[in-house]
């Protein structure tokens, strides 16, 4: 990994708009020099710190459920079993079942894989979309920059959830329209952190030294600054990730997600606020499996951003941002 | 600690009542680095230290322990500094806050970081003031000017309501200055307060810190990189490596007869001008690892002589070779001063 | 007041006022964006030509696109938002009706998140390393990850259900019933708040050791100042400097939050409206809810702005 640049006057801009995504400054503690990092490697260092170990556990685990969940789940999402709805955890069901006698641990097995599936399009979406626009607009500058960081501006002013709903009440609710409602909604975070890393590079000496020498703008982007902007980029898709798991839980909590028979943690949340008084497993067990989710994912990320972008931010550029 | 010399050669033949800060063996580690090693020195009541030595040599720690400016835990300091006879390193938080800023004060390295940026002048004048020797407001602004006047800062009654980014270097650092003395103290301690600045100020704010000195009888420890600009200004030179003092005499006997070969490769490296800028890096290498300090005298790698077997295998002690000059080498320290730089490589 | 603050100031503005009409140009487009008649999509099985004639022509759906955008601008700015498909009413009285249920929880969720935030992060800046350092920077991740929806339904579970201690929803007028009000909004208030104050109490952290372990500090240790002193006047304040910025950012998240807690506890605020309105398909009110919500926003980003001019110098005066 080259030498983290400094980072621009946008660095706080990654997180406008989402403070839970953005750049949370404390964590940041970076215990390595990058000679070190380049030395151990990623990985053994991700290891090493063992919060993160905890996360990446969490994570295989999650993944393994989404994977394996036909073979692990004991029942099917809908097999539907009134004699047996609403009964506590037990032997026989393990979260207990709902009002139709449905397995709640079958249920949140099977779901595993609706939730990583659209947080990985959303923030697949996200990731392609606002890296191009990123580097448009840091190495172009110009009205392009401009019109790119403007619009950015713009949908940083509405609250995520806010907008989702508002492309889901055009679009209608859906699986399909929650992963675009996400993808669009985390895409400007993208297109920040690559500008910002992108028009750190582009005053290197080195890129300006290719420039010079007549290296094409495509070389220059594959040569310098992709592999520069990696490291923030990375850090950036795991918290991504894990906020928009959580977004496609609210969404789908508020009945414009995922929409039944899917199985789905949002969508039987909200079927259990109905029982809320009689089945507290219906509200307890799909919640922590999105909190489990979304942790794991922070847990990873902040690892990630002690390893792959160790640069603090320190106030003083959090204010000039302003 | 590894000098456990009994005797305190580097403290002038004065066991009678006109030393202030008595400093013995002292000795600071963090973690596993080993930044001071037993670093004994005095300062005379009226009179100026200067210590010296390139980043890295231990030079403001050892001054922060002393006077006990320094985060305790995660730093383990050990020895006496006695001010008064009081060992500031057995000092609670409380007897502390009576010393900082009352007896001792303190100017540091860069005038632009040193000053809050959100409080205004006078507020960070009177503070001190206001709550060591009990002023209001309005004696408190009074000091103030008083203050600023002295200095040597024009126009001082609109300065007070000045924030420090509205003020240059040079006037920031004697804001510093002011702020220090704030509370009249028997001591001040000025870690390399002029480094930031220009040639000019430079000169400017050191012969304010002399005038200030003489007129109040206040100690002074000057740290700095840069013997020429201690020479201004001392009366008595401590030259630091790797935490240990390595050569220590009057300031007209450390520039005559420096008998250190590092003291030597500071005189070399300073440009003729007594006030440049000079840079130390002339002599090849860098300070030890604090982590890993060698065996060794700790200036074994970068030393030009090396004469002595023992200079890798043992560390050199504290030896005199005059009334007030002690060395801290198994080169050049003989009493006759021969250079053995020829004989030897 | 001096000028550099009123360049300061003036150029927040600026960039509000460009940033709200992108807003405008995003909240117009919901409308052209639906496929297909928005009316008809909206009046679904209550469809009659009479009704459908007199809301596309209240709507002004039958003009230009030009002509609609401008007027949609027009009318907004004197604060004519359309009239609901399904009620008929001024979407604008609507918004009124519902503004004080979200403003009040909002203010006892930013409450809450600060009284969370700045002890919690502050404890753990001055004491970095320490066990209580490490336990809080835990809860903070816990509270980081935790779905605010699923916070609210634990907090039913426990505190109404199990205890008994707190009514599960409902919303009276602060001021009408204060104690009811109280009673009622600590709930969604805490669900709220627990999630954007974990997030502030990583902030505030991270500002607190950087100003810390700043020269000033420093100074000011050498001072001899009680340690309160140092800490209250010396850290706290320059520390606010990171914090207020991220605080402006955080009203974005903490008004996401209401959206879906307003949901679950059933507090007749923007957020139970939008949700209302977005299943009924009644696009003026959904518009006009995203309108005043990210005003709303807007409108902390500037006041942020304006605290941080009182408090950094830097920017007051030159």
């Not at chain 2, 420090?164 to 040079?170: E, K, T, V, Y």
Request: aromatic share 6%; with cysteine; proline share 7%.
């Amino acid at each position: 990994m080259s030498s983290p640049e400094t980072p621009s006057s946008d660095r706080l801009a990654p997180g406008a708009g989402d403070g839970r995504t953005g750049p949370v400054p404390g964590p940041a503690e970076p215990a390595e020099t990058p000679e070190e990092v380049s030395r151990t490697g990623t990985l053994r260092m991700l290891v090493s710190n063992k919060v993160t170990a905890a996360g990446l556990v969490i994570l295989v685990l999650v993944v393994l459920l989404a994977v394996l969940g036909r073979w692990i789940a004991p029942y099917g999402a809908n097999d539907i079993d009134v004699v047996n709805a609403l009964q506590p955890p037990s032997g026989a069901h393990l979260f207990g079942t709902d009002e139709l006698g449905r397995d709640v641990f079958s249920r949140v097995v099977l779901s595993a894989r609706i939730s990583l599936t659209v947080g990985l399009v959303a923030v697949g979406i996200a990731l392609v979309v606002g890296v191009a626009l990123g580097l448009v607009a840091g190495f172009f500058g110009g009205w392009p920059d401009t019109v790119i960081m403007r619009s950015a501006d713009v949908l940083f002013a509405f609250p995520i959830l806010l907008l989702a709903m508002a492309i889901v009440a055009v679009l209608g609710p859906g699986l399909t329209t929650a992963m675009i409602a996400i993808g669009v909604v985390y895409t400007p975070i993208f297109a920040r952190i690559t500008r910002a890393s992108t028009l750190a590079v582009r005053e290197e000496l080195y890129v300006k030294a290719s420039q010079a020498v007549g290296a094409s703008d495509g070389l220059i982007l594959r040569r310098h600054v992709l592999p520069n902007i990696m490291g923030p980029i990375t850090v950036q898709t795991s918290l991504s990730l894990a906020f928009a798991i959580l977004s496609e839980a609210a969404l789908s909590f508020l009945g414009l997600g995922v929409q039944p028979p899917e199985p789905s943690w949002g969508r039987m949340l909200y079927d259990a606020q109905a029982f809320i008084y009689d089945a507290w497993w219906m509200s307890v067990f799909p919640g922590l499996a999105i909190f489990l989710t979304v942790l794991a994912f922070n847990l990873v990320g902040d690892g990630m951003r002690d390893v792959l972008d160790p640069r603090q931010r320190t106030a003083d550029e959090i204010r000039r941002s302003a | 600690m590894r000098t456990t010399e009994p005797r305190r050669p580097t403290a002038p033949a004065s066991s009678d009542g006109d030393v202030l800060l008595d400093v013995r063996d002292l000795a600071v580690r963090i973690g596993p680095a080993e930044i001071v090693n037993g670093v004994s020195f005095s300062v005379p009541r009226g009179g100026t230290l200067g210590i010296v030595g390139e980043s890295g040599s231990g030079k403001s720690m050892t001054v922060l322990a002393a006077t006990g400016l320094i985060d305790s835990p995660p730093a383990r300091v050990s020895g006496q500094s006695l001010l008064d006879g009081q060992d500031i390193v057995t000092m609670d938080p409380r007897q502390l806050r009576g010393v900082h800023g009352r007896r001792v004060g303190f100017i540091f390295q860069d005038p632009s970081t040193s000053l809050n940026p959100v409080l205004t002048v006078e507020q960070q004048l009177t503070e001190a003031p206001r709550f060591h020797l009990g002023l209001t407001r309005r004696d408190a602004r009074r000091r103030a000017l008083e203050l600023l006047e002295a200095v040597g800062i024009p126009d001082p009654p609109s300065r007070l309501s000045s924030y420090p980014h509205q003020l240059s270097g040079g006037m920031k650092q004697r804001v510093m200055i002011a702020v220090a003395l704030a509370c009249d103290p028997e001591l001040l301690v000025a870690d390399e307060p002029t480094t930031a600045l220009d040639v000019t100020t430079q000169a400017q704010i050191l012969e304010r810190v002399k005038e200030l000195q003489e007129s109040r009888g206040m100690s002074v420890i000057w740290i700095s990189h840069d013997l020429g600009v201690v020479s201004g200004i001392a009366d008595r030179v401590a030259v630091l490596y790797g935490g240990q003092i390595v050569e220590s005499a009057p300031l007209e006997e450390l520039f005559t007869d420096p008998r250190h070969p590092y003291t030597r490769g500071l005189m070399a490296a300073r440009p003729q001008t007594a006030h440049g800028k000079g840079e130390l890096a002339v002599i090849p290498g860098s300070p030890p690892d604090p982590k890993h300090l060698p065996q060794g005298c700790l200036f074994w790698d970068r030393c030009p002589v090396r004469g002595d077997p023992r200079c890798e295998t043992e560390r050199p002690p504290e030896t005199p070779v005059g009334p007030e000059h002690v060395v801290r080498t198994f080169n050049g320290g003989d009493a006759d001063g021969t250079d053995r730089r020829g004989g030897t490589r | 007041m001096s000028s550099p603050l009123l360049r300061f100031l003036v150029k927040r503005l600026l960039h509000t006022v460009v940033v709200l009409f992108g807003v405008l140009v995003v909240v117009f487009a919901l409308l052209q964006l639906v496929p297909g008649d928005p009316v008809r999509v909206a009046l679904g099985t209550r469809f009659t030509q009479e009704s459908y004639d007199a809301l596309r022509e209240a709507s002004g759906l039958d003009r230009p696109l030009l002509v609609q955008f401008f007027a949609y601008i027009g009318n907004a700015l004197t604060g004519n938002l359309g009239v609901s498909f399904r009620s008929g009413e001024p979407v604008t009285l609507i918004l009124l009706d519902r503004l004080p249920a979200t403003v009040s929880l909002g203010l006892a969720g930013i409450t809450i998140a600060l009284l969370i935030a700045f002890p919690l992060g502050t404890w753990a800046a001055l004491r970095r390393g320490s066990a209580a350092d490490g336990g809080i920077r835990a809860v903070s991740q816990f509270g980081v990850s935790v779905p605010d929806f699923w916070l609210g339904l634990l907090l039913i579970i426990v505190f109404s259900t199990m205890l008994g201690l707190l009514p599960p929803s409902g919303y009276v007028p602060f001021t009408e019933d204060p104690w009811g009000w109280l009673q009622r909004v600590i709930l969604p208030g805490l669900a709220v708040g627990v999630v954007s104050g974990s997030i502030m109490t990583r902030y505030v952290r991270s500002a607190v050791l950087d100003v810390v372990g700043s020269h000033y500090v420093r100074t000011a240790r050498s001072k001899g100042l009680p340690r309160r002193t140092v800490i209250g006047r010396h850290v706290m304040r320059n520390a606010l400097v990171p914090i207020l910025t991220v605080a402006g950012v955080q009203a974005a998240t903490m008004l996401g939050g209401l959206i879906v807690i307003e949901v679950v506890f059933a507090w007749p605020g923007l957020g139970r409206l939008v949700f209302d309105a977005v299943a009924a398909r009644d696009y003026p009110v959904v518009q006009g809810t995203v309108l005043l919500i990210a005003l709303i926003f807007l409108l902390i980003n500037l006041l942020v702005d304006i605290l941080y001019a009182v408090v950094d110098p830097r920017i007051r005066v030159s």
